[in-house]
Structure formats: structure tokens, C-alpha cells
DNA sequence: GACCAGGCACATC
DNA sequence: GATGTGCATGGT
């Protein structure tokens, strides 16, 4: 019995309408946000990457020639920022010796083999990989996050233990492999997780609650 | 002054 | 393989 993710996201855009997202001007300021973003608040993200192009540093091979230090000051207000400088190190590296800081040269990838190189830059876990193949490359790769586990957890879709591997495949094998359906859903889970499903939940208002076990 | 935010790596058991 | 901990700013 196929579950209703279908009628979760009906609801979810009715009440929302279209979120819009990644908010990023390029791919590369993309990658660069879904670095940033790990375990912070999006409106300090923004701060971090109006600072980096205010210093002209939202480019590859700025970031890959700057020392550490300064790009950790650069992106300060995001939080974490001395790991998430060297993270975002990592990542460059990795785009721009690999690759040559081409995204097309991403594209052409089979996006399993470029999910796996992903997984492998220090820093870059299964959200960060997943929110570069969707929303920085328009590749079909289902998001999931802290919002994704809790509103599928309070509606008995998926137990408390379940990992992100597992709620990745839930939502692909219950959905057509679509990236601008996917780039939507997770947005929207986010709209909904962040207004209505968090620890002190407010369940009677919320657009899902129809639908809650 | 707590609590939370669009995670991840690493240590330890 | 599970569980715990460090990382840090800024808004509510």
C-alpha cells in the first residue's frame, strides 16, 4: 500500500503555494549555502554569503586560493564557522581540481557516482550531498532533513529509528522521480516543520493535521 | 537566559 | 553499530 506523500504535498502547496527554493543566485552559491546551512538558521547563512560577496569571495578559485582563517571570519555569522570554513574548503577543493569548477562536468556525471564523490569531501554528509544534486544541478535526489524525520514520525509513516537512507528511498519510491516535485516537497516539509511540527507542536492548526493517525 | 536552527565528524563504548 | 559530544552565531 503506497503511502499518501502524493496528498501530503496536494495539501502542503495549497496552504503554502510554491516556496521558491534554493535561494541562491548561482549553482555555486547553492553548494556554498548547503555548506553553511548545516545546523543553522537560514537567515544567518544569508548574512555569511551577503559577506562573501561584499568581499568578492562567492567564486571558486577565491575561495580555493583564501586561507582558512579569513574565510572562517568571512562567514562568521552562519555559526561553526571554523569547521564550516575548512568544510567549505573541502568542497571547493574538490570542485575545483576535480572538476575545474565546471557544473557541467558535474552533470555529466552519473548522479550515483557524483552523489558517492560527494559523501567522500569531508564535511559533506547525505543532506548536504543531496541538497547540491537537487538544488544546485536539478538532479532528481530526494532532501531529507530534521523536518522530514519529524513530520513522518508524528504521522506514523516512518518509526523513530528510521535513517536517512531509508526516508531518501521512501519518498522516491513513493513519488515520480521528478526534481522540481522534489525541490518542492522538501521546501514545503521544511514551511510546514518549521510553523507547526517541532517539539512543542501545534497539531490543531496545522494544513496536515487531517491527515495525522 | 533558555531554546532552537534547512548537520557532520569523530571519540568512545 | 549505537550513542555522545564539539562546533557557534543570532532570533524568539
Known amino acids: 500500500m503506497p503511502l499518501p506523500l502524493r496528498d501530503y504535498f496536494k495539501d502542503l502547496l495549497a496552504h503554502y503555494g510554491p516556496q521558491h527554493w534554493w535561494p541562491g543566485e548561482s549553482p555555486f552559491e547553492v553548494m556554498v549555502g548547503a555548506v553553511l546551512t548545516q545546523g543553522a538558521a537560514w537567515s544567518n547563512v544569508e548574512k555569511a554569503i551577503r559577506n562573501l560577496k561584499a568581499y568578492d569571495l562567492l567564486d571558486p578559485g577565491r575561495i580555493h586560493e ?48 557524483l552523489r558517492e564523490e560527494l559523501l567522500e569531501v569531508k564535511g559533506v554528509g547525505p543532506e548536504t550531498a543531496d541538497s ?3 538544488y544546485a544541478l536539478g538532479i532528481p535526489s530526494f532532501v531529507v532533513d530534521t523536518y522530514t524525520h519529524r513530520v513522518m514520525t508524528r504521522h506514523g509513516l516512518a518509526g523513530e529509528d528510521t535513517g536517512y537512507d531509508d526516508l531518501k528511498e521512501t519518498f522516491e ?10 525541490n518542492e516537497f522538501h521546501a514545503l516539509i521544511v514551511a510546514v516543520g518549521k510553523e507547526f511540527c517541532r517539539p512543542t507542536a501545534r497539531c490543531e492548526t496545522c494544513p496536515l493535521r487531517a491527515r495525522l493517525p
Open 66 to 113: 583564501l586561507d582558512e582563517d579569513t574565510l572562517a571570519l568571512a562567514i562568521k555569522p552562519a555559526g561553526y564557522f571554523r569547521v564550516k570554513a575548512r568544510r567549505l574548503k573541502n568542497l571547493v577543493a574538490w570542485f575545483v581540481v576535480r572538476h575545474g569548477a565546471d557544473v557541467e562536468k558535474l552533470r555529466a556525471l552519473r548522479p550515483d557516482l
Open 173 to 182: 519510491r513513493a513519488l515520480p522521480r521528478d526534481a522540481a516535485l522534489y
Open 132 to 134: 547540491i544534486l537537487l
